[in-house]
């Protein structure tokens, strides 16, 4: 069985095992992987004030980022016929997920659509989030099914904090063909002509990073991360602040709002099942 102890603020943490790294999961708040440990070293950042604060947004760990990524348009979306309202990256992050199933080194947790996600995501489904560690990889398995009568339309993205210390990000460098992307601080379309880590803040969309992957080097002592993703993943996000010692690389299935623009968004017809894949190795 997947150990399970109090951790952060004495939340149920469920600790997974692999070659000399260890994973570690706090279904409770938003199924949030809080801690990828390879050797010594915590390859994630964690602001553990904002994991103990319940009325707080987690800052660290791995978010997931369900039924939308990114804000809307006045945070708001039409659908059958009416508007309805969520906050940015939506509720899942926010939600306690239960434990289906926990193993040494496999954990599956699940949230289902309630009285409190139909008012605001008028759909119901059944997500399923599995976490396996092997060898020094960590894949995140995302399983929605549509129980209902109609398609159940889908807007996913991860958000994982990777530790880059302030000082390293003028050495740090996140491979990508991309030529141009969606500057979230100025709200335009630039050209990408490459990252600058060190700025007061990046916020870069790239919306033709071709490749379903991509290698985070963090600078020398550090371990570069490689990720990867399932086709469906169309949009690379790269975040950071100036000041934090991080920077977020997300894979995201399409660009911010489209529960409301309808542009790039996934269906799960009736009865049947969606299954995405995002894979974390060091």
Same mark, same amino acid.
């Given at each position: 069985?997947?150990?399970?102890?109090?951790?952060?603020?004495?939340?149920?943490?469920?600790?997974?095992?692999?070659?000399?790294?260890?994973?570690? #999961?706090?279904?409770?708040?938003?199924?949030?992987?809080?801690?990828?440990?390879?050797?010594?070293?915590?390859? $994630?950042? $964690?602001?553990?004030?904002?994991?103990?604060?319940?009325?707080?947004?987690?800052?660290?760990?791995?978010?997931?980022?369900?039924?939308?990524?990114?804000?809307?348009?006045?945070?708001?979306?039409?659908?059958?016929?009416?508007?309805?309202?969520?906050?940015?990256? =939506?509720?899942?992050?926010?939600?306690?997920?239960?434990?289906?199933?926990?193993?040494?080194?496999?954990?599956?947790? =699940?949230?289902?659509?309630?009285?409190? %996600?139909?008012?605001?995501?008028?759909?119901?489904?059944?997500?399923?989030?599995?976490?396996?560690?092997?060898?020094?990889?960590?894949?995140?398995?995302?399983?929605?099914?549509?129980?209902?009568?109609?398609?159940?339309?889908? /807007?996913?993205?991860?958000?994982?904090?990777?530790?880059?210390?302030?000082?390293?990000?003028? #050495?740090?460098? #996140?491979?990508?063909?991309?030529? /141009? =992307?969606?500057?979230?601080?100025?709200?335009?379309?630039?050209?990408?002509?490459?990252?600058? $880590? %060190?700025?007061?803040?990046?916020?870069?969309?790239?919306?033709?990073?071709?490749?379903?992957? %991509?290698?985070?080097?963090?600078?020398?002592?550090?371990?570069?991360? /490689?990720?990867?993703?399932?086709?469906?993943?169309?949009?690379?996000?790269?975040?950071?602040?100036? =000041?934090?010692?991080?920077?977020?690389?997300?894979?995201?299935?399409?660009?911010?709002?489209?529960?409301?623009?309808?542009?790039?968004?996934?269906?799960?017809?009736?009865?049947?099942?969606?299954?995405?894949?995002?894979?974390?190795?060091?």
């Amino acid at each position: 069985m997947s150990r399970a102890f109090p951790g952060i603020a004495g939340l149920e943490t469920y600790s997974l095992k692999g070659d000399d790294c260890c994973v570690e #999961v706090i279904p409770s708040r938003g199924a949030l992987v809080t801690s990828f440990m390879v050797g010594d070293e915590d390859i $994630l950042y $964690l602001d553990e004030a904002t994991v103990a604060d319940p009325t707080k947004n987690v800052r660290g760990g791995i978010p997931v980022l369900f039924p939308n990524a990114g804000p809307l348009p006045g945070d708001t979306y039409p659908a059958h016929g009416q508007s309805f309202s969520l906050s940015q990256h =939506g509720f899942a992050r926010k939600m306690e997920w239960a434990v289906r199933q926990a193993e040494d080194s496999l954990l599956v947790l =699940g949230l289902k659509s309630s009285a409190e %996600t139909l008012r605001v995501y008028p759909w119901e489904f059944d997500a399923q989030l599995t976490f396996s560690l092997v060898g020094r990889r960590l894949t995140i398995d995302f399983d929605i099914q549509n129980p209902g009568m109609e398609p159940l339309p889908v /807007h996913l993205g991860f958000h994982p904090y990777f530790r880059v210390p302030d000082a390293a990000k003028s #050495v740090t460098t #996140v491979e990508t063909d991309a030529t /141009h =992307g969606w500057d979230n601080r100025t709200k335009r379309e630039v050209p990408f002509t490459g990252l600058d $880590l %060190t700025a007061d803040e990046v916020d870069l969309h790239l919306r033709d990073h071709s490749k379903q992957e %991509t290698r985070l080097s963090r600078g020398p002592g550090l371990r570069p991360i /490689h990720l990867s993703w399932s086709p469906e993943f169309k949009v690379m996000v790269v975040w950071t602040l100036k =000041g934090k010692d991080f920077v977020c690389v997300e894979p995201w299935t399409a660009a911010a709002g489209a529960l409301a623009t309808g542009e790039g968004l996934l269906h799960v017809q009736p009865d049947e099942r969606l299954s995405l894949a995002f894979d974390i190795e060091v």
